[in-house]
């Protein structure tokens, strides 16, 4: 049964990986400045890349059809961090 969530336990460990970063570099930084609030956006947007990167590989069996998804769902990804983050296109959601 491990070995069928051997692929989302390094997603999550990748994710646990990423949000320390920022977490370390605020302790010798002022230029990073996270709250809470922000940890958990971001916790939560890259547990959904993550969960549906693991859906695409499991569901699709065509290696094109994978890789066509996975960037897709990455440039997904990047759009909404950066819009969360600076707000390239403007909306209310965009940070200060």
Do not use: C, H
Not at 22 to 41: K, R, Y
Not at 60 to 89: C, H, N, Q, Y
């Amino acid at each position: 049964m491990l070995t069928n969530y051997k692929r989302v336990l390094i997603i999550l460990g990748v994710i646990s990986v990423l949000l320390v970063i920022p977490f370390i570099a605020m302790q010798f930084s002022n230029e990073v400045n996270w709250s809470l609030f922000d940890f958990i956006v971001m916790g939560g947007l890259l547990l959904t890349v993550g969960l549906f990167l693991e859906l695409i590989l499991r569901t699709f069996r065509r290696p094109s059809v994978k890789i066509v998804l996975i960037v897709i769902l990455f440039l997904l990804f990047l759009l909404t961090w950066a819009e969360l983050a600076v707000g390239i296109f403007g909306t209310p959601f965009a940070g200060s």
